[in-house]
């Protein structure tokens, strides 16, 4: 027994070994006086459990299986294992490097937590929202499925009875697609449910040790965390499409149509960060002080849009303005292409491959610019087309209302066929303001869909799923602040200094999955990170800032409608 310890002595703190002892950590083993217990927990690098010296957890030792007598107070290094004082002395561990119990014992009772805490908070709920987006698809596929059957069944219509048996094997091939489909969604679901099931025992088994303080399972515990950060294979299917065919009755089988095959792939399951990988810093930090590198004079009156073609020219589009112009960032015009209508473009953006996209209001299309020549590759019924962008697979995402200006929704576009809509959260209420032509979109990095709705004055981004993720709607404060080495800096330039309630317009996002959105009212630039925390406040003399894009190198493009200017900024 220390000597510290014995019943004729007061017992002293551990650290300072002058002062009578009155807490315990037991995340550390060690006693604590009053003084040496607040420096110790103002250590954040750990999450200590100080609690009063008379409460702690009694550690059990485990006795010696060859000295009935002896407890297992040291640990080998060499072996891995608690051994009692005899066998590391003359025993088998003898000559073995060895450490204090203890020291081993804290070391790992901090690392079973940290396994814990990821499992609990990272890892399973993870998997918990793979099952439920397996399980939302499942609940889709009737309705898929359901519009195949009923285009067959419009087909079949037309051609009566001549084509009855034609529509009941078209029928039969869809039915049998669906269960193929079903059936690997099922699979996919019990693996990942088998998954689920295995983090629930361990992470039950981890709570056990923990609770027993035992140090021999302590001690032996191995931890499966890395198993379990590669997520289980993801089932991707390509729905099958009906093409209908003008009837020819000396070709009925080969005019009647045909359906795609059905295609069941499953990919290889995404391996998540540790939770160490994921609280490092960015590759690109956020610059104190962003700063214009260049300004572009468009020649518009009024200028509403700016889409990158590269890192020195970029297309632009004004208001009432049939033309888009392609500059340069001496002002050069290098191109300008007039509308096929005649009438102002919506939006523009601009494709991986580098053609230009536009949407037109007048006559509902998304059209296609390539080597200068227009294709209509959409035309709505119902809708409006408003704003527009392109994805990192080579979609594009359709922001649009209905005629009636009643809905507003996303849709994804694969060349002209639609692939996914987005209108309602999963309680059914409308995610967009009804009304109001102006909600800008970008598609970010982790692939979250990002809308500037400005008639709700929010952010609106959702999942690639289409889930709701989260609503920013503007900073708590009008007041400029500072965030250590992100300060933010004032604009004091414009003539109005009242700071008007949050107006987003234009949206983009960057390398490091940042969401930047054009706060119209208050001439500024919100950075938020992807999950809707505010960052900071870029200004750089901004006027009136609308639509937003970003080079690949991360230069900031605003387009500033009241001085029809682009300013590039560099701010990472």
């Known amino acids: 027994m220390h000597p510290r310890r014995s019943a004729q002595e007061v017992l002293l703190c551990d650290l300072c070994e002058t002062v009578p002892l009155q807490s315990h950590c037991e995340l550390c083993n060690i006693n604590l006086c009053v003084n040496c217990a607040v420096k110790h927990l103002s250590d954040s690098s750990k ?271 004004g208001q009432l303005n049939n033309t888009m112009k392609l500059l340069n960032l001496q002002s050069k015009l290098l191109t300008s292409i007039q509308t096929k209508s005649g009438n102002w473009p919506t939006d523009i953006a601009v494709t991986r491959d580098g053609d230009l996209v536009y949407t037109d209001h007048s006559n509902n299309t998304v059209n296609l610019i390539k080597n200068k020549q227009i294709q209509t590759v959409i035309t709505l019924q119902g809708w409006r087309p408003r704003f527009v962008c392109c994805t990192a697979g080579n979609d594009l995402l359709v922001i649009m209302i209905s005629d009636d200006l009643k809905q507003s929704k996303v849709v994804r576009y694969s060349g002209s066929t639609e692939k996914q809509s987005i209108q309602f959260d999963d309680q059914g209420r409308p995610l967009y303001s009804s009304g109001g032509n102006t909600k800008y979109l970008s598609e970010n990095k982790n692939l979250d869909i990002c809308v500037a709705d400005y008639t709700a004055r929010a952010v609106v981004v959702v999942n690639q799923s289409g889930k709701l993720r989260f609503r920013y709607t503007g900073h708590p404060s009008n007041t400029e602040q500072s965030f250590g080495l992100f300060s933010l800096f004032r604009y004091t330039g414009h003539p109005s200094n009242t700071k008007q309630s949050f107006n987003p317009r234009g949206i983009t996002t960057d390398s490091q999955s940042h969401i930047l959105t054009a706060d119209f009212d208050n001439h500024r630039i919100h950075i938020l990170d992807q999950d809707g925390q505010f960052l900071r406040y870029i200004h750089c003399h901004l006027d009136s800032p609308l639509g937003l894009c970003v080079d690949i190198r991360d230069n900031l493009f605003v387009a500033e409608f009241d001085t029809a200017k682009v300013k590039k900024i560099q701010y990472l």
């Open 47 to 317: 999450r200590h459990k100080v609690v009063p010296f008379l409460h702690r957890k009694s550690t059990n030792y485990h006795k010696c299986p060859d000295h009935a007598d002896k407890h297992c107070e040291i640990y080998c290094e060499k072996c891995g294992v608690p051994v009692c004082s005899t066998c590391a002395l003359f025993g088998k561990h003898k000559g073995h490097d060895v450490s204090d119990i203890l020291e081993k014992f804290s070391a790992k009772t901090e690392s079973l937590q940290k396994d814990l805490e990821e499992l609990e908070t990272r890892i399973y709920p993870r998997y918990k929202e793979m099952a439920s987006n397996v399980e939302t698809e499942k609940a889709e596929l009737e309705t898929k499925y359901g519009k195949l059957t009923t285009d067959a069944d419009e087909q079949g219509e037309i051609l009566h009875r001549e084509i009855t048996a034609i529509v009941n094997r078209q029928k039969s091939a869809i039915a049998e697609m669906k269960t193929k489909h079903l059936d690997a969604l099922n699979k996919n679901t019990e693996e990942i449910t088998q998954k689920m099931a295995e983090l629930k025992q361990i992470m039950s088994d981890l709570k056990s040790i923990l609770k027993l303080n035992d140090v021999s399972l302590t001690s032996t515990y191995k931890s499966r965390n890395s198993q379990f950060r590669t997520l289980p294979p993801k089932v991707r299917v390509t729905l099958p499409s009906f093409s209908p065919q003008k009837i020819n009755k000396d070709q009925l089988n080969e005019m009647f149509g045909s359906l795609s095959p059905l295609s069941i792939n499953t990919e290889h399951g995404d391996t998540m960060k540790s939770a160490e990988a994921v609280s490092s810093p960015p590759v690109k930090p956020l610059l104190d002080e962003p700063r214009v590198t260049a300004t572009i004079n468009t020649g518009y009156n009024f200028l509403l849009g700016v889409s990158c073609l590269s890192e020195d020219q970029v297309w632009t589009r």
